[in-house]
């Protein structure tokens, strides 16, 4: 056996079996069938070594982010994730490493009931490509383009804390408390998809995206799409106690909660109708839920207010994320 069948034989006993797999790992292609009535998503992410991640993350880490951002992309689509593909590249065959890697792929892959159904190996750059698909009903998709003049902007969880577990991780941020530093830090390397909360906004928001980019940036992609504007109430954004403790400086917090990348929240929009419905289903799930500003008629136009008073940062040279 050559070290190449060696990795694939960690992927060919999958740990969770789906029935509409009919054909998984092993034959020249899987076979799966999408159910009756509904659409399929499909979406692909490249993690690099240098670019993506830092060279000291662990294999746990490289794993669980490659799965989140994938399904974080599903999420924000509406769609419910079903199937991966998993195409690997490494320098050499280090068995610790693949072992700690393919444990942490196929718990994941157990914790959200999808199944991994093939993939690839080679030899080169440490890189992870996934590929997820799952399934969404056609009048429930969520998309960039839908927001109204009126709807309110919504966001999941707190905004900022990867960008700042990585500046820690980078040496360019101080963090004197080990459990913020810790928060912020797993913030980064194990950000959570938020799966549940992409469902639970179907037929509820007009328009959805995830924050990989940065909040500014990708609320841009909502504005552009749907051709209208919006109005940021940065008071109201949400930052966690870790966050704000550390950065007591508030531009300088509010710096890494609209351009730090890689939190995966989701980024929504909500007519006022169906408001207090999303507050209600969100609530009942556990998942927090902040409004931060409202979709306006002036096309293009992002406006940052602060208390009631218009707002531009200083500090801000890119809008988004710079990948390190
Ligand atoms: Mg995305």
Known sequence: MNEFA???????????????????????????????????????????????????????????????????????????????????????????????????????????????????????????????????????????????????????????DAAAGLAFLKGQLEIADASASDYLVNRHYFPTPRVLAG????????????????????????????KVGAIVHLDKLPISQALGETIPDLEQALTYACTGGDDYELLFTIPEEHRVSMETAMANYHLPVTCIGQITGAQGKIDLRLNDQAFSFVAIEGKGYQHF
Not at 204 to 225: M, N, P, W
Request: glycine share 8%.
């Open 6 to 160: 060696l990795i694939r034989d960690y992927f060919t006993r999958p740990k969770f079996v789906r029935k509409d797999v009919i054909l998984g790992v092993g034959d020249d292609a899987a076979i799966t069938q999408v159910p009756q009535g509904q659409y399929l998503a499909t979406t692909t992410d490249t993690l690099l070594e240098g670019v993506h991640f830092l060279p000291e993350a662990s294999p746990e880490a490289i794993a669980h982010k490659a799965i989140a951002v994938n399904l974080s992309d599903l999420a924000a689509m509406g769609a419910e994730p079903a199937w991966i593909n998993l195409s690997l590249s490494v320098e050499q065959v280090d068995q610790s490493w693949l072992s700690k890697f393919s444990t942490k792929i196929n718990d994941l892959t157990q914790y959200f009931s999808i199944q991994l159904i093939g993939g690839d190996t080679v030899k080169g750059k440490t890189a992870v490509t996934i590929t997820a698909q799952g399934f969404v009903p056609p009048e429930s998709m969520l998309t960039r383009s839908g927001a109204n003049p009126g709807d309110w902007l919504f966001l999941t969880g707190t905004v900022g």
């Open 199 to 226: 469902t639970t906004l179907r037929r509820l928001a007009t328009s959805c995206i995830d924050i990989s980019d940065g909040l500014l940036q990708d609320l841009e992609h909502i504005i552009e799409g749907s």
